[in-house]
Nanobody, 117 residues
Framework: VQLVESGGGLVQAGGSLRLSCAAS????????MGWYRQAPGKQRELVAT?????????NYADSVKGRFTISRDGAKNTVYLQMNSLDVEDTAVYYC??????????WGQGTQVTVSS
């Protein structure tokens, strides 16, 4: 199983980035996909999730509601995170994950997002 993330980088406050996470090698059905982030000195926090089995329902952390949008391409087993109106507080390493029907969670390697003021 491999989750490959891309799209991180350096952006000025108010700017946008789009993260991608492509999953491969997963044999079992996928129940959900999503993103966490971890800023220096802080715990990893859930950013957004999208349910595959519940018609694509989504959930967001309060801190990103209205600014971030999670979506997926089922045919490509890829999840996206569109991040708009970025703030310096959004600076973190972003990790994607996949939950399978076998109650197993797989993680991506992480991609750095840095927002400058």
């Amino acid at each position: 199983v491999q989750l490959v993330e891309s799209g991180g980088g350096l952006v000025q406050a108010g700017g946008s980035l789009r993260l991608s996470c492509a999953a491969s090698g997963i044999i079992f059905s996928i129940n959900a996909m999503g993103w966490y982030r971890q800023a220096p000195g802080k715990q990893r926090e859930l950013v957004a999730t999208i349910s595959i089995r519940s018609g694509g329902s989504t959930n967001y952390a309060d801190s990103v509601k209205g600014r971030f949008t999670i979506s997926r391409d089922g045919a490509k087993n890829t999840v996206y995170l569109q991040m708009n109106s970025l703030d310096v507080e959004d600076t973190a390493v972003y990790y994607c994950y996949v939950d399978t029907a076998r109650q197993t969670r797989y993680w991506g390697q992480g991609t750095q997002v840095t927002v400058s003021s």
